[in-house]
């Protein structure tokens, strides 16, 4: 799988298949179940954001490797 080959921390991988259900409502908001910007509770906001950033910087790490 994808993930072994890239060697993703098992956090990580939770981290994707956690946000990417949300692409589609960011990316296409009519597509959204309601307002984008009401969706999420304010402590659900803060955990994808500090979620995205654990995985920003492992992109980061992974890329000056290469």
């Known amino acids: 799988m994808v ?3 890239l060697k993703l921390s098992p956090k ?3 981290t994707i298949d956690d ?3 949300l692409y589609l409502p960011s990316e296409y908001p009519d597509a959204a179940l309601g307002v984008p910007g009401t969706l999420f ?3 659900q ?3 994808y954001l500090r979620e995205v ?3 920003v910087q492992w992109l980061k790490k992974k ?3 290469e």
């Open 12 to 14: 990580l991988v939770r």
């Open 3 to 5: 993930e072994s080959e």
């Open 63 to 65: 890329m000056s490797r």
């Open 19 to 21: 946000l990417s259900p």
């Open 41 to 43: 509770k304010k402590e």
């Open 53 to 55: 950033g654990e995985l």
């Open 45 to 47: 906001a803060q955990r």
